[in-house]
C-alpha cells in the first residue's frame, strides 16, 4: 500500500535541554505555543482508511511511504469502528496497535505449554501477530489499538490537534492519553509523571510525545 500522507517518524529527543531547545526554536518564529503531551505505546504503528465512513484498508507503516496491507487483520480489533457516522468522503487515521500485559503473558504461557519460542516483549507480539496470514489467528491475540492522528480528512478541516482526536473520540474510536501544556515546566513535569507511573499502564511505553497543538503553528 502507498500511503497517501507519508508516515513520518518523530524526531527524537533523550534530554530536557534537548526538549527546551526545540521549544526555544519554536518561540524564535514568534510563536506562544500551546504543547499536547501524550503517552508513547511501544507498538505497531498503522494507517486505517475510511471512504463514506466505511473502513475499506489498513496498512502499517513500512518505510513511510509503502506499508503492508493488513486490513483483514485490522478488522478483528474490536478497538477500530468499521463504520463511522457523518463522516468525510476519505478519511485517514493513525494509530498504535499493541498488545495488553494481560493478553501477553496469557500468550508466552501458551506458546511455552506448546514448546513454541515465546515472543520476547508485546511490540514483537502485536508485529508478529498483525502480519498472520489468518486473521482467526490474530483475533485469538487480543490486540488493542489506540489512535493518535488524522493523516488526512476531504472536506473537512480541524484547527489542532486536540479537536482532531476530539473528533476521533466522537467517531468511537480509542484516542491516545493527552495533557495541554504551555510552559516548559509543565512539559517536564508530565513527562516525567509518564516515567514515574509507566508500570500502571496496561501497554508498554517507550518516552512521551510533545507535540505543538496548533495545526497552523507546524507548518511555520
Request: with cysteine; hydrophobic share 35%.
Amino acid at each position: 500500500v502507498t500511503h497517501q500522507v507519508k508516515m513520518e517518524s518523530l524526531q527524537d529527543a533523550f534530554s530536557f535541554d534537548e526538549l527546551r531547545e526545540f521549544d526555544r526554536r519554536v518561540r524564535s518564529e514568534g510563536l506562544d505555543p500551546v504543547y499536547v503531551v501524550e503517552v508513547k505505546i511501544d507498538g505497531l504503528s498503522v494507517s486505517l482508511e475510511y471512504e463514506y465512513g466505511r473502513f475499506v484498508r489498513g496498512s502499517t507503516r513500512g518505510d513511510g511511504v509503502v506499508g503492508e496491507d493488513v486490513t483483514a487483520n485490522l478488522a478483528t480489533i474490536a478497538d477500530i469502528p468499521k463504520q463511522l457516522e457523518n463522516a468525510p468522503e476519505y478519511l485517514e487515521v493513525r494509530g498504535e496497535v499493541y498488545m495488553p500485559h494481560a493478553a501477553f503473558e496469557k500468550l508466552v504461557e501458551e506458546q511455552e505449554l506448546s514448546d513454541k519460542q515465546p515472543f520476547k516483549n508485546p511490540r514483537n507480539a502485536a508485529a508478529g501477530s498483525m502480519r498472520q496470514l489468518d486473521p482467526k489467528v490474530t483475533a485469538e491475540r487480543r490486540l488493542d489499538m489506540v489512535a493518535f492522528n488524522i493523516q488526512k480528512a476531504e472536506g473537512r478541516t480541524f484547527s489542532t490537534h486536540t479537536e482532531t482526536l476530539d473528533y476521533l473520540e466522537s467517531q468511537h474510536f480509542r484516542v491516545i492519553p493527552r495533557t495541554l501544556c504551555k510552559r516548559g515546566e509543565e512539559i517536564e513535569a508530565r513527562i516525567a509523571a509518564i516515567g514515574d507511573g509507566r508500570e500502571a499502564f496496561p501497554y508498554d511505553i517507550d518516552g512521551a510525545v510533545v507535540k505543538l497543538n496548533s495545526l497552523a503553528d507546524r507548518e511555520k
